[in-house]
């Protein structure tokens, strides 16, 4: 698994929607006052949604590390919070407070992630918070393969004993980072067997993201969880297929043992909880954890999922690094 990039910050157009596709209208949006927190709003999921609850009349609050990074939304109802993090519980507090909603992202990739979600838990619940939509992650357990979904299990365990409305939307893996799989020499390799993954667009997952938050009833999904995936599971090797026919290239997919998949990363520096992640994330597509195409994207939006392909298509800067 490669670093996957940051997003730039470019005016973001409500109107247009350029991040990708406007939500079916399956709702209708009430009690629009209802000021809802967006954290992680400079991510790639995190601004897609920022831009479809404008579009949608949203009065939203958008949390940054820095306001630079912060979609630009000039004539929305949209404000914008900085904090350093979910751990400054002060600035958490200020982001929060008025709001009924919180829209949590889980925090970057750390060995202490769970603590710092547990922090940004206790926080809403102090800051009068009333119902979180949690993005989580598909298959999340406490013996989960993938060693970051059992981060987002403990997140979710600590949510419910919070007492407050929750959604969890479980995302499977993005297309983005199958994309970014790809090494420097067009070599896509990794212990998943011949395992398959129901891989996800950020559009997608922005679309159901937005559903959730708006619906007429604020309470529609209270207590509910669901898969957010493409419209269907494919192998890595399919994966370089689709990856060679748009970029011209060859790529192939080389499985790994997991022995030879912590040789090949060794090289990164990276601390072992990470490259623990790294490995594992393939190791849970050979074990069928990710494998499960879910009907959520449909259901909640009226649309179908983008499949990988649609994905290229649709996003050619993502994975312009494989165009050389």
């Given at each position: 698994?490669?670093?996957?990039?940051?997003?730039?910050?470019?005016?973001?157009?409500?109107?247009?929607?350029?991040?990708?596709?406007?939500?079916?209208?399956?709702?209708?949006?009430?009690?629009?006052?209802?000021?809802?927190?967006?954290?992680?709003?400079?991510?790639?999921?995190?601004?897609?949604?920022?831009?479809?609850?404008?579009?949608?009349?949203?009065?939203?609050?958008?949390?940054?590390?820095?306001?630079?990074?912060?979609?630009?939304?000039?004539?929305?109802?949209?404000?914008?919070?900085?904090?350093?993090?979910?751990?400054?519980?002060?600035?958490?507090?200020?982001?929060?407070?008025?709001?009924?909603?919180?829209?949590?992202?889980?925090?970057?990739?750390?060995a202490d992630r769970v603590t710092q979600h547990?922090?940004?838990?206790?926080?809403?619940?102090?800051?009068?918070?009333?119902?979180?939509?949690?993005?989580?992650?598909?298959?999340?357990?406490?013996?989960?393969?993938?060693?970051?979904?059992?981060?987002?299990?403990?997140?979710?365990?600590?949510?419910?004993?919070?007492?407050?409305?929750?959604?969890?939307?479980?995302d499977c893996l993005y297309h983005d980072a199958i994309?970014?799989?790809?090494?420097?020499?067009?070599?896509?390799?990794?212990?998943?067997?011949?395992?398959?993954?129901?891989?996800?667009?950020?559009?997608?997952?922005?679309?159901?993201?937005?559903?959730?938050?708006?619906?007429?009833?604020?309470?529609?999904?209270?207590?509910?969880?669901?898969?957010?995936?493409?419209?269907?599971?494919?192998?890595?090797?399919?994966?370089?297929?689709?990856?060679?026919?748009?970029?011209?290239?060859?790529?192939?997919?080389?499985?790994?043992?997991?022995?030879?998949?912590?040789?090949?990363?060794?090289?990164?520096?990276?601390?072992?909880?990470?490259?623990?992640?790294?490995?594992?994330?393939?190791?849970?597509?050979?074990?069928?954890?990710?494998?499960?195409?879910?009907?959520?994207?449909?259901?909640?939006?009226?649309?179908?999922?983008?499949?990988?392909?649609?994905?290229?298509?649709?996003?050619?800067?993502?994975?312009?690094?494989?165009?050389?």
């Open positions: 698994m490669l670093p996957v990039p940051v997003d730039p910050c470019p005016l973001d157009d409500p109107s247009s929607l350029a991040y990708g596709r406007r939500p079916a209208k399956a709702t209708t949006v009430t009690g629009m006052d209802d000021l809802i927190v967006v954290t992680g709003a400079s991510g790639r999921v995190g601004r897609r949604l920022a831009v479809r609850l404008a579009a949608e009349g949203a009065h939203q609050r958008l949390v940054v590390r820095s306001a630079d990074r912060a979609p630009r939304l000039p004539g929305t109802e949209t404000e914008v919070a900085i904090s350093p993090g979910y751990a400054d519980v002060d600035s958490m507090r200020a982001a929060m407070t008025g709001a009924r909603t919180l829209f949590l992202v889980s925090g970057r990739e750390d547990r922090a940004a838990i206790d926080t809403a619940v102090d800051a009068g918070i009333e119902r979180i939509v949690y993005l989580s992650f598909m298959g999340a357990a406490p013996d989960a393969t993938f060693t970051f979904a059992r981060d987002h299990w403990a997140t979710e365990e600590h949510i419910r004993a919070s007492g407050l409305h929750f959604t969890f939307l479980r994309a970014h799989f790809v090494g420097a020499d067009d070599v896509l390799r990794g212990p998943a067997g011949d395992g398959v993954v129901a891989a996800v667009s950020h559009d997608d997952v922005a679309d159901v993201a937005t559903v959730a938050l708006l619906a007429e009833d604020r309470h529609a999904f209270d207590g509910q969880t669901f898969d957010v995936t493409g419209p269907t599971a494919f192998s890595l090797a399919e994966a370089a297929q689709v990856l060679s026919r748009a970029t011209g290239r060859t790529i192939h997919y080389q499985p790994e043992t997991l022995e030879e998949a912590y040789a090949s990363r060794a090289g990164y520096g990276a601390p072992q909880w990470e490259v623990d992640g790294w490995v594992s994330s393939y190791a849970a597509i050979a074990a069928g954890e990710l494998a499960t195409p879910s009907p959520t994207v449909k259901r909640l939006t009226a649309r179908p999922a983008q499949s990988f392909a649609e994905w290229l298509d649709l996003n050619p800067g993502d994975w312009a690094h494989l165009r050389r």
